[in-house]
Nanobody
Framework: QVQLVESGGGLVQAGGSLRLSCEAS????????MGWYRQAPGKQRELVAT???????DYTYSVKGRFTISRDSAKKTVYLQMNSLKPEDTAVYYC?????????WGQGTQVTVSS
């Protein structure tokens, strides 16, 4: 069992930045994939960014060039640096980890971008 705890959400004006953190209760070195998802009101949860065990990253088109996913294995933490935020980025952001023995979600952190 792995617990994931997100933090760093909040209210920011359009054009601003936030950095989300996802701290795992166990090692993330063995995770096959770590990812950030988001869910806006009335919409389905969507994948935002992923980082593989080999540090290969991938992003959904709408955030490319603005968001950066990274990880610090020593701190057991995955980050999502979000720059040039837009009102359409408003959502609850969730961290998800994929291990050989299972997949785990965090509880989510709210990001609100005002225009």
């Amino acid at each position: 069992q792995v617990q994931l705890v997100e933090s760093g959400g909040g209210l920011v004006q359009a054009g601003g930045s936030l950095r989300l953190s996802c701290e795992a209760s166990g090692t993330i070195l063995s995770a096959n994939l770590m990812g950030w998802y988001r869910q806006a009101p009335g919409k389905q949860r969507e994948l935002v960014a992923t980082i593989s065990r080999g540090d290969i990253t991938d992003y959904t088109y709408s955030v490319k060039g603005r968001f950066t996913i990274s990880r610090d294995s020593a701190k057991k933490t995955v980050y999502l640096q979000m720059n040039s935020l837009k009102p359409e980025d408003t959502a609850v952001y969730y961290c998800k980890g994929h291990w050989a023995w299972g997949e785990y979600w965090g509880q989510g952190t709210q990001v609100t971008v005002s225009s």
